[in-house]
Antibody, heavy 115, light 107 residues
């Protein structure tokens, strides 16, 4: 069974930083592209970032709203996915999900950006 | 960006009803279309991917169809546990994008 468990969310001030982690199990993590998707309170999901596999040189894609501020990375030997979030804004407040598109979502971790 | 237009945005239905939700992409997406169900306070749950492939463990009352840019999610006989919000997502091009959601409520 695919399991994706996020951690690292919390309350941070505007301009601050936070690093999210996702522990994957139940599948061969290194064989899959991985995504971060967020959902602001009362809104629909918004894709944030993608990282490809080793054979694709771990290349990345970002939503325009986070490009230059967020960095997605992975550690295949530890079955882990990360999202480094810098220069956080109030509009980054959301539940952040680790996703194996198109079929598996974690339970999410809440990030609140507020003074 | 590929825009995903989902309709209706909400609907009222009764247990046993057949429900159809549509999703239109602003351009062809090669059937890279997924459907999700989300209940309040919970993570989205995958129902269908590749437009019509049922996710393992999802009951067969859910079905997906369509091609090109027009897609449909059908629930053949609505049950109490099916009242939720449904989203479509295209994963053909960047940025990956979602429909605005359809809230299925009790009539």
């Amino acid at each position: 069974e695919v399991q994706l468990v996020e951690s690292g969310g919390g309350l941070v001030q505007p301009g601050g930083s936070l690093r999210l982690s996702c522990a994957a199990s139940g599948f061969t993590f290194s064989d899959h592209y991985m995504d971060w998707v967020r959902q602001a309170p009362g809104k629909g999901p918004e894709w944030v970032a993608r990282i490809r596999k080793k054979v694709n040189s771990y290349t990345t894609e970002y939503a325009a709203s986070v490009k230059g501020r967020f960095t997605i990375s992975r550690h295949d030997s530890e079955n882990s996915l990360y999202l480094q979030m810098n220069s956080l804004k109030t509009e980054d407040t959301a539940v952040y999900y680790c996703v194996r598109t198109p079929d598996s979502w974690g339970q999410g971790t809440l990030v609140t950006v507020s003074s | 960006d590929i825009q995903m237009t989902q309709s209706p945005s909400s609907l009222s239905a009764s247990v046993g009803d057949r429900v159809t939700i549509t999703c239109r992409a602003s351009q062809g997406i090669n059937n890279y279309l997924a459907w999700f169900q989300q209940k309040p306070g919970k993570a989205p749950k995958s129902l269908i991917y590749a437009a019509s492939t049922l996710q393992s463990g999802v009951p067969s009352k859910f079905s997906g169809s369509g091609s090109g840019s027009d897609f449909t999610l059908t629930i053949s006989s609505l049950q109490p546990e099916d009242f939720a919000t449904y989203y479509c997502q295209q994963y053909n091009g960047y940025p990956l994008t979602f429909g605005g959601g359809t809230k299925v409520e009790v009539k």
